[in-house]
């Protein structure tokens, strides 16, 4: 899989929040994108997920030497984010089966398996609106991880989690990179995004373009 910005400009009403962001995403390798709070990194991760579209620039997106169109790419993605809904009135158990019905599960683990991997699994059966969110960021990061994707997009993914769980993440992370994409968004956590190998500060590309 290989990503490519050219140019990537965004704004709202008449103000431009980031412009000519240029960059190459490879797989195999993990980036952060990083900047301080209302910078426009979630927005720059969701034009990378092709949810929003540019102000200005294009993304291109190639696997295998074939271009894949833009309405294509959410089947070789998935994405993270402490504001992504869960179906709450669902189990634990229910919600990953419902998942599962939709995209597949890497290196052919089952329903119990990912369970298991969330560390959840003696709340199998409880309802996730009583889960705390720290739990509910559990469910949302194995669930983009564990999917079987060459893409995966974490916004803020240590958000809600206490120190054990931010270990939990980092391992979990550390066992499902190596032949995919991964890239985090984070405002200062460098527990988040220190295993990143490049980075795009979005701070650089305001209104004015990159300096």
Same mark, same amino acid.
């Given at each position: 899989m290989h990503i490519s910005l050219t140019k990537i400009s965004r704004k709202f009403n008449y103000e431009w929040i980031f412009r000519d962001v240029d960059f190459e995403f490879?797989?195999?390798?993990a980036y952060a994108i990083l900047g301080s709070n209302g910078s426009g990194k979630s927005t720059l991760l969701q034009i990378i997920s092709g949810h929003l579209h540019p102000s200005g620039g294009t993304?291109?997106?190639s696997h @295998? @030497?074939?271009?894949?169109a833009?309405?294509?790419?959410? *089947?070789h993605v998935t994405y993270s984010g402490p504001y992504l809904e869960l179906i709450e009135e669902f189990t634990l158990e229910e919600m990953l089966t419902f998942h599962s019905?939709?995209?597949?599960? *890497?290196n052919n683990m089952d329903v119990n398996s990912v369970m298991d991997a969330t560390g959840l699994i003696r709340n199998r059966n409880?309802?996730?609106k009583y889960f705390s969110s720290g739990m509910k960021q559990r469910v949302r990061l194995a669930i983009a991880l564990l999917t079987e994707s060459e893409v995966v997009l974490l916004d803020e993914p240590a958000a809600n989690l206490d120190h054990k769980a931010i270990e939990w993440y980092r391992n979990l992370v550390s066992e499902?990179?190596?032949?995919?994409?991964i890239i985090v968004c984070s405002n200062s956590q460098s527990?988040?995004?220190d295993f990143c190998t490049q980075s795009i500060v979005i701070d650089d590309y305001k209104k004015n373009g990159k300096p």
């Open positions: 490879e797989q195999g390798n993304v291109t997106y @295998n @030497n074939q271009v894949i833009v309405d294509d790419f959410f *089947r019905h939709f995209r597949k599960f *890497r409880k309802p996730i499902n990179h190596l032949d995919r994409i527990e988040e995004h």
